[in-house]
C-alpha cells in the first residue's frame, strides 16, 4: 500500500528566506508524485509534479521539488518566500492503478515571519 | 482556464438527513474522484470513478455513500443518511487521462449536526 510522510507538520520562516518542505513516500513501483497548496479556506492547487524524467521538477510561484529514488523523497523548495507562501502543503503520491488515486501526507502548515 | 466547480460551497444538515453534493469536472476528463478532509486531518480518498462505474474505493465508502454521473457534466456524491462524523470539506477532482494530473475543485465544507 502506498503511504506519505510529511515529518514536520509546522514550520516558521522568515519572509525572504529559503523554505524546503520534507516528504517520503513508499510505494512499491515508480511513483507519481505531487506537491499541492492549500490556502486558508481554499481548495488544493497543484504545485508540481512528477511522472518521470528530470528528477529536478519546477513548479509554480517559484516552487521546485527533487525526486530521489535512493531516499524516497520528493522534498519541495523555494529560495526565498513571501508572506504569501503561508498556507499548508501536501505532498501526495499517485498509484498507477486504473483508479490512480491520490494519497496524500498530513500535510505541513507553513508561517511566514515579516 | 478551465475548473472544477462544486455545488454548494457550504452546506449543514441534521443527523441522518441525505445530502447530495454537486460537482463539475473539467469538461473533456474522464476520472472522477471524491476525496475529504475532516478538519485537521489530512485529505483522505473516497472514491474512483470512470466510464459511469466505481473503479476503486476507501473503506470510508460504505453503503451510505453513493456516486453518480446522471448526465454529459455533473458527477454527484450522496450520503443517505448523515452521521456527526461526516462532517467534513469534501473535495471532487478529475484528471483527463492515464496519468494526468487530477485538478481539484475548491471544496464543499458539510457541518452534520
Known amino acids: 500500500a502506498q503511504s506519505v510522510t510529511q515529518p514536520d507538520i509546522h514550520i516558521t520562516v522568515s519572509e525572504g528566506a529559503s523554505l524546503e518542505l520534507r516528504c517520503n513516500y513508499s510505494y512499491g513501483a515508480t511513483p507519481y508524485l505531487f506537491w499541492y497548496v492549500q490556502s486558508p479556506g481554499q481548495g488544493l492547487q497543484l504545485l508540481l509534479k512528477y511522472f518521470s524524467g528530470d528528477t529536478l521538477v519546477q513548479g509554480i510561484k517559484g516552487f521546485e521539488a527533487e525526486f530521489k529514488r535512493s531516499q524516497s523523497s520528493f522534498n519541495l523548495r523555494k529560495p526565498s518566500v513571501h508572506w504569501s507562501d503561508a498556507a499548508e502543503y501536501f505532498c501526495?503520491?499517485?498509484?498507477?492503478?486504473?483508479?490512480?488515486?491520490?494519497?496524500f501526507g498530513g500535510g505541513t502548515r507553513v508561517l511566514v515571519k515579516p | 482556464e478551465p475548473e472544477v466547480t462544486q455545488t454548494p460551497s457550504h452546506q449543514v444538515t441534521q443527523m441522518g438527513q441525505e445530502v447530495i453534493l454537486r460537482c463539475v469536472p473539467i469538461s473533456n476528463h474522464l476520472y472522477f474522484y471524491w476525496y475529504r478532509q475532516i478538519l485537521g486531518q489530512k485529505v483522505e480518498f473516497l472514491v474512483s470513478?470512470?466510464?459511469?462505474?466505481?473503479?476503486?474505493k476507501s473503506e470510508i465508502f460504505d453503503d451510505q455513500f453513493s456516486v453518480e454521473r446522471p448526465d454529459g457534466s455533473n458527477f454527484t456524491l450522496k450520503i443517505r443518511s448523515t452521521k456527526l462524523e461526516d462532517s467534513a470539506m469534501y473535495f471532487c477532482?478529475?484528471?483527463?487521462?492515464?496519468?494526468?494530473?487530477?485538478?481539484f475543485g475548491p471544496g464543499t465544507r458539510l457541518l452534520v449536526l
Open positions: 501526495a503520491v499517485g498509484a498507477q492503478a486504473a483508479g490512480n488515486k491520490l494519497t
Open positions: 477532482a478529475s484528471r483527463s487521462g492515464t496519468i494526468e494530473t487530477q485538478y
Open positions: 470513478f470512470y466510464n459511469n462505474e466505481i473503479s476503486e
